[in-house]
């Protein structure tokens, strides 16, 4: 978490860890269950990152410029206020301009409220520091969310249907991978792909 | 009778068949972060049961009573947030006071509650099937239960996971993911029984 690499350009870096570095889904472990939810194809797990980003990125500039009026144990409360009326509004966003992929994410975009990455950024950056800072600091977070959804829905969607983004892409012949549709699919990837980042990564 | 039926019916298909951690993914965190001893892992079930079946309950209330006929349904996730942080508070504070040692059990478990996904995802569901008021209250109920028993077989198998030998890249989150996918694969035997 040190911030010692990055003096010269605070901004930057947050942004850029978040991407990678502190990549929500495969280093932090955080916001599991869209994650595992929404992956089954890559449309509705793009439509989810979107979201998500909208509503970190507002979430994070309202909880940083109001830092210093709200303190103690209300806080949490006042975090939580926030980020339910920011996901208010995406919800009703996404009904009226994409009523079947709203159809589809169901109950996931409400249940973005405690989603716990958008919390824990309010608690560990945004309450902390300046507005600017905390804007791309949504960004960067955000992306590295939908980078890690779209990485799994890529991956369950070319074995359950064989194709991506509803083009097929495999040859001829080949056998969906039914299991890879149901939540056992979306368990046993994150799964292996959170070995496989542990083990190519953790070996430097 | 016929009511009871179906009353047991939905017991049934939200503990089982629709288990919460198994088929909607809620409320994953503290099933990958807490159940590694099966002690624990009761102790958060019992308070999210708890919590589940009263948070359920009074949003189901204040949904389908007030803000439906003030025509406010956008208010609700607003509203379910509130409702779902006042009922820990309050059982926090009843426990403290009547049930001390209930209390010490629970500990942290208590505020961490506020942000568990099952119990804001039983207030999405109850209003996106639609259910009545007893329905309600037993797939409230239910749900609770279902997440204990899904973070209870967790701890168990993890309490004995530490005695396996796997690769290092697999261990903790990793393997609980996979353990919980063949698990959910045992979990589906169960979708035949109803419908």
Wanted: aromatic letters at 12%; a positive charge.
């Amino acid at each position: 978490m040190a911030n010692n690499a990055v003096p010269k350009k605070p901004a930057a870096g947050f942004f850029i860890r978040g991407l990678w570095e502190e990549s929500p889904v495969f280093r932090q472990l955080i916001g599991m269950c869209p994650t595992l939810a929404v992956t089954a194809q890559l449309k509705p797990a793009i439509t989810m990152g979107a979201s998500v980003i909208f509503v970190l990125i507002c979430s994070n500039v309202v909880v940083s410029l109001m830092r210093k009026l709200v303190q103690g144990h209300l806080r949490l409360l006042m975090f939580t206020m926030t980020i339910a009326t920011f996901v208010t509004i995406a919800d009703y966003l996404l009904k009226a301009y994409l009523p079947e992929m709203s159809e589809k994410l169901g109950a996931y975009v409400p249940l973005i409220i405690v989603n716990c990455l958008i919390i824990g950024r309010a608690e560990a950056c945004a309450n902390r520091q300046g507005v600017w800072i905390s804007f791309w600091d949504g960004w960067g977070q955000g992306i590295g969310y939908t980078i890690g959804l779209a990485a799994m829905a890529t991956i369950r969607e070319l074995l359950a249907d064989g194709a991506i983004w509803g083009h097929p892409v495999m040859w001829d012949g080949f056998v969906n991978w039914n299991v890879m549709k149901l939540p056992a699919g979306a368990f046993l990837t994150l799964g292996i792909l959170l070995g496989l980042s542990n083990h190519f990564l953790r070996k430097k | 009778m016929d009511k009871l039926v179906e009353l047991v019916i939905v017991f049934l298909s939200v503990v089982l068949v629709n288990n919460f951690v198994f088929t909607k993914f809620l409320g994953i965190c503290p099933y990958i972060g807490v159940s590694s001893r099966v002690e624990m892992a009761f102790g958060m079930g019992a308070a999210v049961t708890f919590v589940t079946t009263l948070s359920g309950v009074m949003s189901w209330l204040v949904n389908v009573k007030i803000l439906i006929p003030i025509g406010m349904p956008y208010l609700k996730y607003i509203v379910f947030i509130l409702v779902i942080a006042s009922m820990v508070q309050l059982v926090e504070m009843y426990l403290r006071k009547f049930f001390r040692s209930l209390y010490d059990a629970f500990g942290i478990f208590l505020p961490l509650i506020t942000t568990n996904c099952v119990v804001l995802g039983i207030c999405l569901f109850l209003d996106l099937w639609g259910y009545g008021f007893l329905e309600s209250l037993v797939a409230s109920f239910g749900a609770g239960l279902g997440f204990t028993v899904a973070i209870c077989i967790m701890a168990g198998i993890r309490e004995n996971l530490r005695w396996a030998d796997m690769p290092d890249c697999l261990k903790g989150a990793p393997i609980t993911l996979i353990t919980a996918g063949i698990l959910t694969l045992a979990f589906m035997g169960f979708s035949g029984m109803i419908k």
